[in-house]
T-cell receptor, first 113, second 107 residues
């Protein structure tokens, strides 16, 4: 069972470069999320989506963009990478919102130099 | 003060010991999640609970809604339990995460 798949697992970017973190899930989940995890901090929500065609900002959206053209895919775009975006990024999905289990991808470790 | 506080931050135990990790929160919640993050980085959901107690193998999670407190217990701990355990609370359609408890179980 694939679950939530993130690619790549690791990436080094130079300041000002762009990249897309890919996330796909095969559980037909409506809700998808992007989080970032910084050392010593709890995960912070970047963007989320409640279904195809619908996205909304989380706590820390600046510097990122998302799209949700299909139920399965929820890519995260960094347009002009900055050192402050060095972090570990997690994609997650859940069938519903309230009181439903969340499934996480394996994470993407991004370093911006 | 963070909305979700976990204690202890770090915990070292010997194999076989009974372990307790605590989570306190300050907001009204609809559910609380316990997650496990292994050294490889992936996050796995262990429990989701909104009242009472749940058990899965050697893991037990309890929650006291009135006291805004949850505990994760591990019985007969084993080195493979070494991981970071994260508490997250669901409130107003969002999840707020604690900073995690790093557990190391030694032989």
């Amino acid at each position: 069972n694939a679950g939530v798949t993130q690619t790549p697992k690791f990436r080094i970017l130079k300041i000002g470069q762009s990249m897309t973190l890919q996330c796909t899930q095969d559980m037909n989940h409506n809700y998808m999320y992007w989080y970032r995890q910084d050392p010593g901090m709890g995960l912070k929500l970047i963007y989320y989506s409640v279904g195809a065609g619908i996205t909304d900002k989380g706590e820390v959206p600046n510097g990122y963009n998302v799209s949700r053209s299909t139920t399965e895919d929820f890519p995260l775009r960094l347009e002009l990478a900055a050192p402050s975006q060095t972090s570990v990024y997690f994609c997650a999905s859940s069938y519903g919102d309230l009181n439903t289990e969340a499934f996480f991808g394996q994470g993407t470790r991004l370093t911006v130099v | 003060k963070n909305e979700v506080e976990q204690s202890p931050q770090n915990l070292t135990a010997q194999e076989g010991e009974f372990i307790t990790i605590n989570c306190s929160y300050s907001v009204g919640i609809s559910a609380l999640h316990w997650l496990q993050q292994h050294p490889g980085g992936g996050i796995v959901s262990l429990f989701m609970l909104s009242s009472g107690k749940k058990k899965h193998g050697r893991l037990i999670a309890t929650i006291n809604i009135q006291e805004k407190h949850s505990s994760l217990h591990i019985t007969a701990s084993h080195p493979r339990d070494s991981a970071v355990y994260i508490c997250a609370v669901r409130s107003a359609s969002k999840l707020t995460f604690g900073t995690g408890t790093r557990l190391q179980v030694t032989l």
